[in-house]
């Protein structure tokens, strides 16, 4: 069955830095694109970044453009977020998950979620 297992969160002040590892099993890693979401006390869960399946190309929400970056490691069946200049609005819960090929957004697997990794960006 798939796993996700997030992790790298932590808190960090304003302008820090922290990167975030998402490491699956269960599938075949490098056939799904992926990507990042996060959730906010009392808001839906968001769409951040996404990485196509050959890897050349990715996306992300317009508020972490320039600062986020997402890749993947094939070889560890690791996805990546670099995320840098962090903002107190960027606190979330941050979880992965393999979405659908194109501009669809549904997570594919939605009975695996990951316990997700805590970012809280505070002074």
């Known amino acids: 069955h798939v796993q996700l297992v997030e992790s790298g969160g932590g808190l960090v002040a304003p302008g820090g830095s922290r990167r975030l590892s998402c490491a699956a099993s269960?599938?075949?890693?490098?056939?799904?694109?992926w990507a990042w979401f996060r959730q906010a006390p009392g808001k839906e869960r968001e769409y951040v970044a996404a990485?196509?399946?050959?890897?050349?190309?990715?996306y992300y929400t317009d508020s972490v453009k320039g600062r986020f970056t997402i890749s993947k490691d094939n070889a560890k069946n690791t996805v990546y977020l670099e995320m840098n200049s962090l903002k107190p609005e960027d606190t979330a819960v941050y979880y992965c998950?393999?979405?659908?090929?194109?501009?669809?957004?549904?997570?594919?697997?939605?009975?695996?979620w990951g316990q997700g990794t805590q970012v809280t960006v505070s002074s």
């Open positions: 998950n393999a979405v659908p090929p194109g501009a669809a957004r549904t997570p594919l697997f939605n009975d695996a």
């Open positions: 269960g599938l075949t890693f490098s056939s799904y694109k």
């Open positions: 990485i196509s399946r050959a890897g050349g190309v990715t």
